[in-house]
């Protein structure tokens, strides 16, 4: 696993060892044909998770740990076939084995390549995840009673094998926490029995770390700088997208209109394939409801559509990009995921923000900027953003005046985002990707190339006289 999930594993294997409870530790050692972190299932890449625990568990040096090998559970595993009837991503999503909606489980491991590549090509990894998966779901459940699990860790469980897990311990109503990145680099968020991504817990969560603090100029403070520090590009929760923009670089069509209409799409993929509960609404899709956004104000010249494509789409070549390119109307203004036009410099110049997913749709209320939500969104519980029922109201709310809204509800979002989580103990990291754990860099170090030194290198900088002498002697 990568960093700094893998030292989050090891944080919260200390905190439970400092506790004094037994711990179990479950791990393979490539026995699996697939995994989440290895979708190619290259060798090299399971020796260096092994690697890596095997030097975590020597460095931590924890007495009342015990080590379940996943060998000994899959070594008569059954061969699960994927049913016929999995022709398309969509069929894949409603795939359920149970209560394990294990299809989008597939699909979210498989998210990044699926959005690229067409569904038939991606058949065998999708066919080997679902017999894998599956048998280790069975698996975890023998080994929840087999050892009298009571209670479980595990990172992000929105990926197959990470799910499969959860749902287990779900299924024998056994407590289960999921991790993931907080809300800087020195926390880590776990989250108990609960979709990181979960609409409802993600609103309580919010609600409960605001209502924790009652000085309510300090959080609206710390909201200030989140907001602020990712205005000008500085990284906050993750890396930032918009660093590499130029602050005051707009598009050259801007001031040709009297009303300026900004649309900010994400990457599809990262939303589509989570759950069920991420829906549309009243549009098939983002290109769907842009596309008919666009068709609809077409005919009115003084209205400029300006869509600002999500830089994660940089240089990906998918559908969504596809239909963006194909849009035509003299009004709309396509800027492109590697275009250096500044989000943040085109959100000011915006009469009206229409997102889906977006947390530009947050920004634009916090910078005073009426915004519309299309879709389901992890915010929309919170009164931020309009949110229309049908794509008739979408086309009102745009045309008519409408004022940006005013509500604490913005200063939530920001001071949740700067801080959440858990303060590391044990770990110290460097950046987003990489830190120590008890002082040592887990991840692989490629030792720099030794240049050969000659004999007369080694002499003449260890024994500089007796080199010279000998110089002397050669020269005759």
């Not at 590549?117 to 779901?137: D, G, H, K």
């Not at 920001?414 to 754990?437: E, T």
């Amino acid at each position: 696993m990568v960093s700094p999930h893998f030292e989050t594993d090891l944080e919260l294997l200390m905190n439970e060892a400092d506790a004094g409870n037994n711990i179990y530790l479950l791990f393979c050692n490539g026995e699996l044909d697939i995994c989440d972190n290895n979708l190619n299932m290259i060798k090299t890449v399971c020796k260096e998770c092994i690697r890596k625990r095997k030097i975590a568990l020597k460095i931590m040096n924890i007495k009342n740990i015990s080590l379940i090998r996943l060998k000994h559970y899959i070594k008569t595993k059954n061969k699960y076939l994927l049913p016929h009837n999995i022709n398309d991503i969509n069929s894949l999503r409603k795939l359920r084995m149970g209560s394990f909606d294990i299809g989008y489980a597939i699909a979210s491991s498989l998210a990044e390549k699926l959005d690229e590549t067409p569904f038939e090509n991606c058949r065998m990894q999708v066919a080997l995840f679902f017999s894998e998966a599956y048998c280790f779901y069975e698996c975890i459940k023998k080994i929840i009673v087999d050892y009298k699990i009571n209670m479980g860790y595990i990172f992000n469980v929105r990926f197959c094998f990470s799910r499969a897990f959860f749902q287990a311990f779900l299924d024998k109503n056994i407590t289960i926490y999921n991790h993931d990145r907080g809300a800087n680099i020195y926390k880590y968020n776990i989250i108990k029995n609960k979709f990181l991504h979960d609409i409802d817990d993600y609103t309580e969560r919010v609600n409960e770390l605001w209502d924790k603090e009652k000085d309510f100029f300090y959080k609206k403070n710390i909201a200030d700088i989140y907001f602020k520090s990712r205005f000008i590009g500085k990284p906050t929760g993750y890396i930032s997208f918009t660093k590499d923009q130029n602050i005051q670089k707009l598009p050259d069509e801007l001031d040709s209109y009297k009303k300026v209409i900004v649309i900010y799409n994400s990457s599809q993929f990262e939303y589509d394939n989570i759950n069920d509960k991420y829906t549309y609404k009243f549009y098939k899709s983002q290109s769907d409801g842009i596309i008919k956004i666009v068709n609809s104000l077409k005919d009115y010249s003084d209205i400029g559509i300006f869509l600002r494509e999500h830089p994660y789409q940089k240089n990906r070549n998918n559908d969504q990009r596809t239909a963006l390119k194909e849009i035509y109307a003299e009004n709309f203004h396509l800027i492109s995921a590697e275009s250096d036009v500044s989000s943040y410099a085109l959100l000011l110049k915006a009469n009206v923000v229409v997102t889906f997913n977006s947390t530009m749709g947050i920004e634009a209320t916090y910078w005073g900027i009426p915004s519309i939500l299309c879709t389901n969104a992890i915010y929309e519980r919170f009164n931020i953003a309009y949110q229309p029922s049908s794509h008739e109201e979408v086309i009102n709310l745009i045309l008519s005046d409408l004022k940006p809204i005013v509500s604490d509800d913005v200063y939530k979002y920001g001071y949740y985002n700067s801080m959440s989580g858990i303060d590391y103990k044990y770990y110290k990291p460097v950046d987003f990707f990489q830190g120590y754990f008890l002082d040592k860099n887990l991840q692989y170090q490629k030792k720099k190339s030794m240049k050969k030194k000659s004999i007369r290198e080694i002499i003449k900088k260890k024994f500089p006289t007796l080199y010279e002498s000998l110089k002397r002697l050669l020269r005759g």
